[in-house]
């Protein structure tokens, strides 16, 4: 079935630098993939989502490029804030026995950014 | 404004106990999810539904049933709850299958 991996389970950073977050993804079928970010103790709100390979899709200083060469969706930012410490999610859109999308989404197992000053 | 709704916010029950989560959404949404957040595992989802008196098994629902009564209304029950499901619960909805979810804020379900 689908799966979502993201490697790094906790990243911590100073203001300023630059941070990426990977995400690789497994499905048979055309992915469709979002990043999640939850800060505490809030629902998790959207930040970007892509279905085009190799275009890059930009969202309150957040980047991420969808490669379906390597199924990868990592998420970066040139210069962290304090403000973006928050847990991050990427998820892939569920396509059915029939390769349509099903509306579910599998979450990877999130990664905790802390942006120190 | 377009919402999720979600109660109650904390809930602690006792093993073996029954509890009903509730959910509304006003975005006129037909998509429902219900989704538990555990440590390690992310979000997983229990139950979803594309429309009233639909209802779709997701990929952890033991233990769990759902019931969407109207557009708006989506219900989570534990009949018989165990500490297993202790976790942090989430209800979203989404337009459809391209569109992204809107989350509701959580109930916190503890289970002694």
């Known amino acids: 079935g689908d799966s979502v991996t993201q490697t790094e389970g906790l990243v911590t950073l100073t203001k300023g630098l630059p941070v990426m977050l990977n995400c690789t993804y497994q499905t048979t079928y055309s992915p469709f993939l979002f990043w999640y970010v939850q800060h505490l103790n809030e629902a998790p709100k959207l930040l970007l989502k892509s279905s085009t390979d190799n275009k890059r899709t930009e969202h309150q200083g957040f980047y991420a490029t969808l490669h379906k060469s390597s199924s990868s969706f990592h998420l970066q930012k040139s210069s962290v804030q304090l403000s973006d410490s928050a847990l991050y999610f990427c998820?892939?859109?569920?396509?059915?026995?029939?390769?349509?999308?099903?509306?579910?989404?599998?979450f990877g197992e999130g990664t905790q950014v802390t942006v120190i000053s | 404004e377009a919402a999720v709704t979600q109660s109650p916010r904390n809930k602690v029950t006792v093993t073996g106990g029954n509890v009903t989560l509730s959910c509304r959404q006003t975005n006129s949404h037909n998509y429902m999810y219900w989704y538990r957040q555990d440590t390690g595992h992310g979000l997983r989802l229990i139950h979803y539904?594309?429309?009233?008196?639909?209802?779709q098994i997701g990929d952890v629902p033991d233990g769990y049933k759902a019931t969407r009564t109207t557009q708006e209304d989506f219900f989570l029950l534990l009949e018989l709850a165990s500490p297993s499901q202790t976790s942090l619960y989430f209800c979203a909805s989404s337009a459809g299958t391209e569109s992204d979810y809107t989350f509701g804020s959580g109930t916190r379900l503890l289970v002694i």
């Open positions: 998820a892939l859109s569920d396509r059915g026995a029939t390769g349509g999308l099903s509306g579910k989404l599998t």
């Open positions: 539904s594309y429309g009233a008196g639909n209802l």
